[in-house]
């Protein structure tokens, strides 16, 4: 017990980072619980924060997660479960009794309940729905009715409104009843009889203000606000632009629903960030699962469907190379650059294409042309590949020796270096306009061009400058 007791004091009192923290409290509670020291392992988590009890749940054994569960007091395990990932959520469910899992879910913020209902199967869901009380039922069900990635179906309805008439006596004494089942207290919104959203007040000022006066004479009237039906991404937007702590939401008829605060908006930036450099390495993962808990059967399969499309592309690509082979018997040394400029236009275009897909992701290149935007891109381009193309030239004299060979190769790096900017900043317009995803579709697309318009204007290039 002493041991035990030594090892929590560590973990109160070490000069440590999170991530070490974190560690140390994984390895702790792994060693106890193989040792069957309950007691122990749960000494070691009182001092640590939910979230890193979640980390450090997750780093855990598979058949580990629902003991380690099981050592937290009730209200711990709320907490610990709203952090947990979904796949561990998931998991707990069918290993807690009913009544436990029951008690944790009715616990849970509405807007995380209903993203772990997202994930779980439907029987299930239809079951906890049942069992939940009639409020959060109803809290639950209103914001599983919003499709999915929009402002109705992440926001929570727990928040705190007044009216217009409202002292900010008659204000602080609602905010003293309600704060335990508000989301957040900083923001107070002001509604008509109707609901209708016409106010906001900060906390601050109601606290500053002489308790005689009303909220209508204190609020601020041009309230910032999205609509149900919002991406959640231009929600996010909102909040980041705004500073926000929270957004209000509103139904079509402007009736105040719920809101949606700033840890909501970080979890869906993280999500929609995932998603893209994902989409950018090809579709190597989708459907928001654990990258690292996912098998590796379902790893592969995800894959392959873009390693095949560049396996077509190649084989293009040697079929135009076998088409010229009566100017590589000439000029041998010609095919020893094919991979420089294939490799360096591929680099080119994926440079050009992030940084479109970033502008249109964070709305930066909304007040630019299409068109503005790819010849800004080409003349990019072109800078580039005056640098490379002149550096290419002297390296591939150097090389071989041979002045024409030279000069096809740096010419044709030129021309290969324009073309991946212009076609990289391009295509992610053309997939949005036809509403695929830019940053799924343009990877492989931007390697078919490149690769076999690269070769094909590097083998007419060298026929003309070597007269063949």
Not at 54 to 82: C, D, Q, T, W
Not at 396 to 416: D, R, T, Y
């Amino acid at each position: 017990m002493t041991e035990t007791n030594n090892s929590a004091s560590v973990l109160r009192d070490a000069d440590m980072s999170r991530r070490e923290l974190r560690d140390l409290v994984r390895k702790q509670l792994q060693m106890l619980l193989e040792e069957g020291d309950l007691r122990g392992a749960k000494a070691i988590l009182v001092p640590v924060q939910p979230v890193d009890i979640a980390e450090a749940i997750e780093g855990l054994p598979e058949a580990m997660h629902g003991l380690a569960f099981r050592l937290l007091s009730k209200n711990e395990a709320i907490e610990v479960y709203e952090y947990l990932d979904y796949s561990i959520q998931e998991r707990l469910i069918g290993e807690l009794r009913s009544h436990d899992v029951l008690d944790i879910v009715d616990k849970m913020s509405p807007d995380d309940r209903a993203r772990l209902f997202d994930e779980l199967p439907a029987k299930i869901v239809n079951r906890l729905l049942d069992q939940l009380s009639p409020a959060e039922r109803q809290a639950t069900a209103q914001l599983l009715g919003y499709e999915a990635g929009t402002a109705g179906r992440i926001m929570t309805p727990e928040l705190i409104s007044l009216k217009e008439n409202f002292t900010v006596a008659d204000a602080l004494e609602r905010i003293r009843s309600l704060a335990n089942a508000s989301e957040i207290i900083y923001y107070l919104y002001i509604t008509d009889a109707a609901r209708h959203l016409t106010g906001i007040v900060s906390l601050r000022e109601l606290v500053v203000s002489q308790a005689n006066r009303t909220m209508g004479e204190i609020m601020t009237r041009e309230v910032v606000f999205v609509n149900t039906y919002a991406d959640q991404e231009e929600v996010a937007r909102s909040i980041q632009r705004y500073d926000f702590l929270a957004v209000p939401v509103v139904d079509r008829e402007r009736r105040l629903v719920g809101i949606v605060t700033v840890d909501d908006v970080i979890d869906i930036l993280e999500e929609e960030t995932t998603e893209d450099i994902y989409a950018l390495g090809g579709g190597v993962q989708s459907g928001g699962d654990n990258y690292f808990q996912t098998g590796l059967l379902t790893v592969a399969r995800k894959r392959v469907v873009w390693l095949l499309v560049l396996l077509v592309t190649n084989t293009i690509t040697g079929t135009i190379i076998k088409s010229e082979e009566a100017i590589l018997q000439k000029v041998v040394t010609l095919a020893a650059f094919i991979p420089l400029l294939t490799g360096t236009g591929g680099n080119v275009g994926a440079q050009s294409s992030t940084v479109v897909i970033r502008g249109m992701n964070t709305d930066e290149i909304h007040s630019l042309g299409t068109l503005q935007v790819i010849v800004r891109e080409g003349m990019a381009g072109a800078l580039l590949g005056g640098m490379l193309g002149s550096i290419a030239t002297v390296w591939a004299f150097f090389l071989q020796k041979e002045p024409g060979v030279a000069i096809a190769v740096g010419c044709s790096l030129m021309a290969i270096s324009v073309l991946a900017s212009i076609s990289g900043s391009a295509l992610p317009f053309l997939f949005r306009f036809l509403r695929l995803d830019p940053a799924l579709m343009s990877a492989p697309f931007i390697t078919t061009a490149v690769d076999v318009a690269g070769v094909l204007i590097y083998f007419n290039l060298a026929r003309i400058i070597l007269k063949l």
